[in-house]
Structures are given as structure tokens and as C-alpha cells.
């Protein structure tokens, strides 16, 4: 297995169109504590334009314009990765930024799947751009629920164009649709936090799971997405929950966003992380139980009509 921390982390940005992505990025350009960056811009059309809003840096700037990166052009990122890796020896993070229609699951799939990319790249994090003045309009779009439900940290965008009540009601339907991401509400998409190490995707430590849903009766759920939370004490059978876990992504995978988890497996000193999007799962050893430390097995599930009691008997039924 490659060492984790000899790789290069990769931010990828999405969100809709119009949220302030660009504006996120030449944030990030800025403020970037003198790291050596390389970007890679992608554009939906044969004519790019986010490109030339990209503040000019030291910074390489590399474009993707032949299609949106999630659909046919995965093999696109893959060569500019290694042209990245051959010809800009010095870097030390890579920026994606999407296209505002990009469904993220297959980006994030390639850190997955392809060989450079595993070999030499580690996907830090997913942050999705949320367009709060605009947010009630596009919601319900696939697209930007797909962002949301995948993301490790929303950037509540826009923040001074709305009331405190309006935030509110769009944290509630944001926290419903993915409970795992962390909020940062900002103004020209500049947040005061530094959003490099968010170490979204690295199963080298283990995941911090901890899902806050917000019991209210006075806002309006999701029609199709949701989270379902699973939190007990049970000492999980590993060849029940290799079984279970393979065959349920395998015929819900279309629908499974994401999921993740920490689990007491055969009651071994190390906890078992986990977590996947659709059919891609990964898993492996995480730190050693602390001793008196009790061991609670916490996972969380992302996705569209997800039946609740499949899940949580399906789980339950791995225990010893």
C-alpha cells in the first residue's frame, strides 16, 4: 500500500452554477499559506471562460473545456494529473473545480479506480458552494442535491443577501440531506478557515461520525433524498457484514450517495472504518479502541429513497 502522506492532496469545488466557485478558488489562490498549487479548471463547451476569472498566479492553471468532467472525460483528468505530477514537480496540492452541472460521485470515483490516481493522489475533500440567495429556486435541481448529499464541507454562499430565518430554514434542509458535512457561512465565498487537511476521504484516520438532525415539524424534508443514521453497541460479524454491505450497495449502488463508518468488527483492538459512493466501497483497519473506551459502532447512509428498515435490519442482522 502507497503511504498516504507521500501523495497529493486534492480539493475538488462544486456546486451550481452562479454559487461562487471561482470566487472560493481565487480565495484559496490567496490565502494558501505558500503552498504550490496546481488547478484544474473544467468547462462545460468548447469555449472556456471560468479560466480567464481565475486570478493569475505562480499557480498552474490547467484547463479541462471538451465536456463536463463527471460524464466522458474522466480518462482527460487522469493525463492531466500526470502532466501535473511529470512537469510540476513541486506541487503540493491539486484544486479541481467543476462545472456547475457535474454530478461529483464519478470524480470522486477516479481517486478510487485509476492507478495514477491512486498511486499518486489522495482526495482530501469535496466542498460544495451553496447559492443561499438563490438556493429556493434550484434545490430540488438533481444536480445540486447530488452536490450537497456528497459534500464534506458547504460553504453557505451569499449569506448577507438573506435574513436569519431564511439561513435557518436552509441549514435545516441542508443538514437533512447530508448530516456528515460541516457549515461555514460566507460572503464572496471567503471563508476565515483554511479548507486544506479536511481529510474528507482519508480512511488513514478514523472517520468522525456524528450526525446532527434537527427535529423541527415546521420545515419541509427532502422529497427523495435522505440520511439514515445507525448508532449501537453490537460487535459486528465481519464475514455477515462483507456479505451484507457488498450485496446492498451492489443493488442499491445508483442510489447510494454516500455512506460511512466506524464499526466494532469481531471485536478486533482496532475499530473498522469504511465508506463508499454507489458501488465503490473502501475499507480498512482505523486506530486502536482505547482502553474503557466503548466501542460504538456509528454509520451513516446518503442517498435517494432509501428504505430505512432494509438498512437498519440489514445492519443489525451482522451482529454477533
Same mark, same amino acid.
Not at 72 to 76: E, F, P
Not at 151 to 164: F, G, M, S, W
Not at 174 to 192: D, G, V
Given at each position: 500500500m502507497n503511504d498516504i502522506s507521500q501523495k497529493i492532496p486534492v480539493t475538488v469545488i462544486t456546486g451550481d452554477l452562479g454559487a461562487g466557485k471561482t470566487s472560493l478558488l481565487n480565495h484559496l489562490l490567496v490565502n494558501n499559506k505558500g503552498k504550490k498549487l496546481a488547478v484544474i479548471v473544467n468547462e462545460f463547451g468548447e469555449i472556456g471562460i471560468d479560466s480567464d476569472l481565475v486570478l493569475r498566479s505562480d499557480e498552474e492553471i490547467l484547463e479541462m473545456n471538451n465536456g463536463c468532467i463527471c460524464c +466522458? %472525460?474522466? @480518462? !482527460?483528468l487522469v493525463r492531466i494529473v500526470e502532466n501535473i505530477l511529470i512537469n510540476f514537480g513541486q506541487t503540493e496540492q491539486i484544486i479541481v473545480e467543476t462545472t456547475g452541472l457535474a454530478d461529483p460521485a464519478p470524480i470522486i470515483q477516479s481517486f478510487w479506480i485509476e492507478e495514477t490516481l491512486i498511486k499518486k493522489t489522495k482526495l482530501d475533500g469535496l466542498i460544495t458552494v451553496v447559492d443561499s440567495f438563490h438556493f429556493n429556486k434550484h434545490k430540488d435541481c438533481p444536480h445540486v442535491r447530488k452536490q450537497i448529499s456528497?459534500? !464534506?464541507?458547504?460553504?453557505? /454562499?451569499? #449569506? !448577507?443577501? %438573506?435574513?436569519? *430565518? *431564511?439561513q435557518k430554514n436552509i441549514e435545516e434542509y441542508?443538514? %437533512?440531506?447530508?448530516?456528515?458535512?460541516?457549515?461555514?457561512? #460566507?460572503?464572496?465565498?471567503?471563508? /476565515?478557515e483554511i479548507l486544506f487537511n479536511i481529510g474528507g476521504f482519508d480512511l488513514s484516520n478514523a472517520l468522525k461520525i456524528d450526525p446532527l438532525f434537527l427535529i423541527s415539524n415546521n420545515h419541509k424534508h427532502p422529497k427523495d433524498i435522505n440520511a %439514515?443514521?445507525?448508532? +449501537? /453497541?453490537?460487535?459486528?460479524? @465481519? !464475514?455477515l457484514f462483507n456479505k451484507w454491505i457488498y450485496k446492498f450497495a451492489q443493488f442499491n449502488g445508483e442510489n447510494l450517495y454516500r455512506y460511512k463508518g466506524i464499526i466494532n468488527l469481531d471485536n478486533e483492538p482496532r475499530r473498522f472504518v469504511f465508506q463508499g459512493v454507489h458501488m465503490t466501497l473502501d475499507g480498512r483497519p482505523g486506530k486502536p479502541w482505547e482502553k474503557g473506551e466503548k466501542r460504538i459502532n456509528q454509520v451513516v447512509f446518503i442517498g435517494r429513497n432509501l428504505d430505512d428498515i432494509e438498512i437498519k435490519s440489514g445492519f443489525n442482522s451482522c451482529t454477533i
Open positions: +466522458n %472525460i474522466r @480518462g !482527460d456528497f459534500a !464534506d464541507v458547504i460553504l453557505l /454562499n451569499k #449569506t !448577507d443577501l %438573506i435574513n436569519i *430565518e *431564511e441542508l443538514n %437533512i440531506l447530508n448530516p456528515l458535512a460541516k457549515f461555514i457561512k #460566507t460572503k464572496f465565498s471567503s471563508p /476565515n %439514515i443514521c445507525i448508532k +449501537n /453497541n453490537q460487535i459486528i460479524n @465481519g !464475514d
